[in-house]
């Protein structure tokens, strides 16, 4: 079985940083619900796709991964099966992976497997690999994160608390003291830890995403407009979410009746107002821990305030909102969308000598 170890994490004698460790992983994973990114030591990121695997009905073998598992799946016909595929009988899709864990292990193990492939990555054993995972995972969700990378060959996993993989992209030196809030928000949930000398001094997750601001938006002007948006649409709506005054959005979707393309004016106070709820619930929980923390903690992170990675920083008001529950100035990561991943490189670069595979 594939052993496991935990980094960055609060539990018991793991709160620290194992860099040794880190450094000599060959690869790193973020697993998301959304999206599935790989990195390695000495590449960078070498895939970043949507976390989606079309499967042969038959066969039970892979026939399209990514964005082409997603097309696929857009393809479905009224009955809710897939079309066949380059001659091949009918397949289905898959999304294996939810809240950062492998829900799915031996799909997720092919997802991985056929995103290496198609980074030229054909090794077949991989000794150690580094994948960030969710604030105080549980050891079910370890379990199935092992499970899904033995197909891999991989003897050992080295988990990476999510909050401290993002920090890691660029704001969080490892041998400083002063403590960082870091924020992600991703699609499933958002979580929030305070991170001082390499550890997770306190955190916690919520399950409330950008999933859950995509149904707000979709119920909305399905109800209100009889409109209906896929997620690629709903997505580009996220930096225009601010509630400014007298604006309004185009928006070109589907006819819920008619089943037709139309265009819709759009109040984007509306669209603002539609969303308030799961905003609300992601500020809060940052507000608990930081609520939890002590007069010298909350002194540092005045100054240094909370960094935002994730989908959900593209999401106009999250930040601000985020700022008024905690009273801490809030702003995101440089790459918001990439943190987790870069940080996970960073952390599994080598700083010298020769490295284990």
């Given at each position: 079985m594939t052993a496991t170890r935990e980094v960055g994490l609060t539990?018991?004698?793991?709160?620290?940083?194992?860099?040794?460790?880190?450094?000599?992983?060959?690869?790193?994973?973020?697993?998301?619900?959304?999206?599935?990114?790989?990195?390695?030591?000495?590449?960078?990121?070498?895939?970043d796709a949507p976390?989606?695997?079309?499967?042969?009905?038959?066969?039970?073998?892979?026939?399209?991964?990514?964005?082409?598992?997603?097309?696929?799946?857009?393809?479905?016909?009224?009955?809710?099966?897939?079309?066949?595929?380059?001659?091949?009988?009918?397949?289905?899709?898959?999304?294996?992976?939810?809240?950062?864990?492998?829900?799915?292990?031996a799909a997720v193990g092919l997802l991985l497997r056929a995103l290496l492939a198609k980074a030229g990555k054909r090794r077949s054993r991989w000794r150690r690999v580094a994948v960030a995972v969710p604030h105080r995972s549980s050891p079910l969700l370890m379990l199935g994160v092992g499970k899904a990378l033995e197909s891999l060959g991989v003897r050992e996993v080295v988990p990476v608390a999510t909050p401290f993989a993002a920090a890691c992209a660029g704001h969080l030196h490892l041998a400083d003291a002063h403590p960082v809030l870091s924020v992600v928000c991703g699609a499933s949930g958002i979580q929030a830890a305070v991170l001082s000398s390499g550890t997770v001094v306190d955190g916690d997750l919520a399950p409330t995403g950008t999933a859950a601001v995509d149904r707000a938006l979709a119920v909305y002007l399905l109800d209100t407009y009889g409109l209906h948006l896929g997620p690629r649409h709903?997505?580009?709506?996220?930096?225009?979410?601010?509630?400014?005054?007298?604006a309004t959005l185009t928006l070109r979707g589907w006819d819920a009746r008619?089943?037709?393309?139309?265009?819709?004016?759009?109040?984007?106070?509306?669209?603002?107002?539609?969303?308030?709820?799961?905003?609300?619930?992601?500020?809060?929980?940052?507000?608990?821990?930081?609520?939890?923390?002590?007069?010298?903690?909350?002194?540092?992170?005045?100054?240094?305030?909370?960094?935002?990675?994730?989908?959900?920083?593209?999401?106009?008001?999250?930040?601000?909102?985020?700022?008024?529950?905690?009273?801490?100035?809030?702003?995101?990561?440089?790459?918001?969308?990439?943190?987790?991943?870069?940080?996970?490189?960073?952390?599994?670069?080598?700083?010298?000598?020769?490295?284990?595979?």
């Amino acid at each position: 079985m594939t052993a496991t170890r935990e980094v960055g994490l609060t539990a018991g004698p793991w709160a620290r940083t194992d860099l040794t460790a880190l450094r000599s992983c060959s690869l790193g994973i973020e697993l998301g619900s959304d999206r599935t990114r790989i990195v390695s030591a000495r590449g960078g990121v070498i895939a970043d796709a949507p976390s989606a695997l079309a499967v042969d009905l038959r066969s039970g073998k892979p026939v399209a991964v990514g964005d082409a598992a997603v097309a696929l799946e857009r393809s479905r016909t009224a009955e809710g099966t897939l079309p066949g595929y380059r001659g091949r009988p009918q397949v289905t899709v898959v999304w294996p992976v939810g809240d950062g864990s492998a829900d799915n292990p031996a799909a997720v193990g092919l997802l991985l497997r056929a995103l290496l492939a198609k980074a030229g990555k054909r090794r077949s054993r991989w000794r150690r690999v580094a994948v960030a995972v969710p604030h105080r995972s549980s050891p079910l969700l370890m379990l199935g994160v092992g499970k899904a990378l033995e197909s891999l060959g991989v003897r050992e996993v080295v988990p990476v608390a999510t909050p401290f993989a993002a920090a890691c992209a660029g704001h969080l030196h490892l041998a400083d003291a002063h403590p960082v809030l870091s924020v992600v928000c991703g699609a499933s949930g958002i979580q929030a830890a305070v991170l001082s000398s390499g550890t997770v001094v306190d955190g916690d997750l919520a399950p409330t995403g950008t999933a859950a601001v995509d149904r707000a938006l979709a119920v909305y002007l399905l109800d209100t407009y009889g409109l209906h948006l896929g997620p690629r649409h709903l997505h580009t709506l996220y930096p225009h979410l601010s509630g400014s005054p007298a604006a309004t959005l185009t928006l070109r979707g589907w006819d819920a009746r008619n089943a037709t393309p139309r265009d819709q004016d759009v109040d984007v106070s509306e669209l603002a107002t539609a969303i308030a709820v799961p905003l609300d619930l992601m500020a809060d929980l940052v507000r608990q821990v930081v609520a939890r923390s002590s007069a010298e903690v909350l002194f540092d992170l005045t100054d240094r305030g909370a960094v935002l990675a994730g989908s959900g920083a593209a999401v106009a008001g999250l930040a601000e909102r985020i700022g008024a529950a905690t009273q801490l100035p809030t702003y995101p990561a440089p790459d918001p969308d990439l943190a987790v991943a870069l940080g996970i490189a960073n952390l599994i670069s080598p700083a010298s000598g020769k490295r284990r595979r």
